[in-house]
């Protein structure tokens, strides 16, 4: 089955740490993205890449990295500048190979990072 | 500014009893709206994707509709299994970026 997977489920930061948050797809989408989650807010975008080696920043990059070395991959960090990171984060990739509907994005299961 | 706003922001139902949530937003141009159902703890489930004011999908007892100004999500004759948070979402620029309304949490007891 085609699909996006995010590891770990649960993630633990300690102060001062930089974390890395997994997100695979299947699907043959070019284009993924990360999204933040909080509580009563809608999702914010983070960083998003439309093909290989090529990612942008979204709303709110500040305290983040991202890279796209591969076309199923596009791993996400979360640096020690990041001071406020508990939040649920999800992946989602969309494609224009998707016959049916290149404009939607579809969403792993997402990670929720929280700080000790 | 771009803007999505849904509402109610909590909707609570009997078994059975139809009723509608809504989308409005403010954007300079869209490109799609998106409707999607959230579960606790999980990833958005996507379920419909909308382009054009008349434009109406359904999905078993789920019907999506949109004008120029607000989408419309009906659920009819609901049942316990649609207790979730329903997201609405549009798309404004060709590379992809959604902007996100804040959901509505949406609780059917039996």
């Known amino acids: 089955d085609g699909g996006i997977t995010q590891s770990p489920k649960y993630l633990f930061r300690k102060e001062g740490q930089n974390v890395t948050l997994s997100c695979e797809q299947n699907?043959?989408?070019?284009?993924m993205y990360w999204y933040r989650q909080d509580p009563g807010q809608g999702l914010r975008l983070i960083y998003y890449?439309?093909?290989?080696?090529?990612?942008q920043k979204g709303d709110i990059a500040e305290g983040y990295s991202v890279s796209r070395e591969k076309k199923e991959s596009f791993p996400l960090t979360v640096t020690s500048a990041q001071k406020n990171p508990t939040a649920f984060y999800l992946c989602?990739?969309?494609?224009?190979?998707?016959?049916?509907?290149?404009?939607?994005?579809?969403f792993g299961p997402g990670t929720r990072l929280l700080v000790l | 500014e771009d803007q999505v706003t849904q509402s109610p922001e909590a909707l609570r139902l009997q078994e059975g009893e139809s009723s509608s949530l809504n989308c409005s937003y403010t954007?300079?141009?869209?490109?799609?709206l998106f409707w999607y159902r959230q579960d606790p703890g999980k990833g958005p489930e996507f379920l419909f994707t909308?382009?054009?004011a008349g434009e109406e999908k359904e999905k078993e007892r789920l019907k999506a509709t949109l004008t120029k100004k607000e989408s419309f999500l009906h659920i009819t004759a609901p049942k316990p299994e649609d207790s979730a948070t329903y997201l609405c979402?549009?798309?404004?620029?060709?590379?992809?970026?959604?902007?996100f309304g804040a959901g509505t949490q949406v609780v059917v007891t039996p």
């Open positions: 699907l043959n989408h070019d284009a």
């Open positions: 890449s439309q093909i290989v080696n090529d990612f």
């Open positions: 979402a549009v798309k404004t620029d060709s590379w992809g970026k959604l902007q």
């Open positions: 954007v300079s141009g869209l490109r799609g």
């Open positions: 909308l382009y054009s």
């Open positions: 989602a990739s969309s494609g224009v190979r998707d016959r049916d509907d290149p404009e939607t994005q579809y």
